[in-house]
């Protein structure tokens, strides 16, 4: 029996605008470092995006760190490799230390494939678990593109060319495959079939955004589990073995506030039988809240909070307000502000409902561009977006009189150049 912990996703160094998530992150890996203690598997896999960007904070580098070397102790195998958001070159300089410590981390893709090719467990006698840690692929691991190729030429030439990468791993791995040892297989990648959070993933694009998402059918027929990073929500998606995003542990935006983070836990058994799924949900150490509505059903909604997260409680709050008005309302965000302080809110976003870019894509629809359209067409444009309703009278009248009134400053500025 091999027992494994999935994990991707990390992002260690993020901030939600000015609010510092290190010390939520280091929660995590403390209660990481405690499931490892306490409930032991043969190895842990990290698949990627374990920094946020490719030059992460002091601090956040300290922490990762402190964690995989805590982690080696208790753990014969942790394995790591690049995602997206991470810079490979700079993993890549830490791999030679962590590889001293018996960790192996994959930044950049390898000149050959058996430099991301492990055996976990066993021994020269005896069969262990074949691993294929495949870390993001990035365009300069690929074919270049030949002159004159097209958008569709391009989408075949990359989704071969990512297939040959995977089938390469998959052929030298079954190579040295002793005893039908299982093989798993690593990747940050976005698989057909995978479902986005909205706000918080950057998109893979490969190529200049020719192929974003790659067939669950690239991993073949032989790995026992395909273990991924990239999209935040955990769950499984189509393909011939069992592939898996582990998700994020912590909700890296609002929009991935209202599911259960996890790590997953993998269980091989010994008769070669599929792998045993389990799910441990991580507990998070500050609650965000997305809240929406009218500006009266905000205003109760806030008072609640207010009862729930005082100040100086031990619970801690990240809040993002959407409110829909009927009507401008020009000291909205005082009167929100006024509201919570005091407590243990963090205060984030405060928004009206509506969305520019959607009136922009309607009038693109009728084959309008904002050139053609006089600016009190745009006001009443605007405020249709933002308040569901026709702008009045008496302010477009306003906005009328201030137009006349540039003009008119505009032409005594002209008329002074002339004289």
Request: glycine share 6%; charged share 20%.
């Amino acid at each position: 029996m091999f027992r494994l912990l999935h994990t991707a996703d990390w992002h260690l160094g993020q901030k939600l605008d000015r609010f510092e998530r290190l010390p939520e992150q280091e929660a995590f890996l403390d209660w990481l470092l405690e499931q490892l203690t306490d409930n032991p598997v043969d190895a842990l896999l990290v698949c990627g995006d374990i920094f946020d960007n490719a030059n992460p904070p002091v601090n956040a580098l300290r922490l990762f760190i402190r964690f995989v070397v805590r982690a080696r102790q208790v753990c014969p195998h942790v394995v790591l490799i690049a995602g997206n958001h991470d810079s490979a070159g700079r993993l890549d300089a830490l791999e030679p230390a962590l590889h001293e410590l018996g960790i192996h981390l994959v930044g950049s893709f390898p000149q050959t494939i058996e430099q991301c090719l492990f055996r976990l467990g066993g021994d020269a006698n005896q069969p262990g678990i074949l691993l294929a840690a495949l870390p993001y692929i990035r365009p300069v691991d690929l074919p270049p593109s030949p002159a004159g190729e097209t958008v569709g030429e391009g989408v075949i030439r990359v989704t071969q060319a990512m297939i040959s990468l995977y089938n390469n791993a998959l052929t030298e791995i079954k190579h040295r495959q002793r005893s039908n040892e299982p093989i798993i297989l690593t990747g940050h990648l976005f698989a057909l079939g995978g479902i986005p959070s909205d706000e918080s993933e950057r998109p893979v694009q490969i190529e200049a955004g020719l192929i974003q998402a790659v067939p669950g059918s690239i991993f073949g027929t032989e790995p026992v589990y395909v273990a991924l990073g990239h999209l935040h929500r955990c769950q499984q998606v189509k393909g011939h073995v069992p592939i898996w995003y582990s998700g994020s542990p912590l909700p890296l935006s609002f929009s991935e506030a209202s599911y259960e983070h996890r790590v997953i836990r993998v269980t091989l058994p010994d008769n070669h039988a599929g792998p045993e799924i389990a799910f441990l949900e991580v507990p998070q150490s500050v609650t965000m809240i997305d809240q929406t509505g009218t500006f009266e059903q905000v205003c109760q909604q806030l008072d609640q909070l207010v009862d729930r997260y005082p100040n100086g409680s031990p619970g801690q709050l990240l809040l993002r307000v959407t409110v829909s008005l009927t009507e401008p309302r020009p000291d909205l965000r005082h009167e929100i502000l006024d509201r919570v302080q005091g407590s243990n809110i963090n205060l984030l976003a405060i928004r009206r409902s509506g969305d520019i870019n959607a009136g922009l894509a309607d009038a693109l629809d009728q084959q309008l561009v904002l050139e053609q359209l006089t600016p009190i067409e745009v006001l009443k444009m605007k405020y249709r977006l933002d308040y569901e309703a026709e702008a009045p009278p008496e302010l477009v009248q306003v906005y009328l009189d201030l137009l006349e009134e540039i003009r008119t400053a505009e032409d005594t500025t002209r008329s002074g150049e002339c004289d």
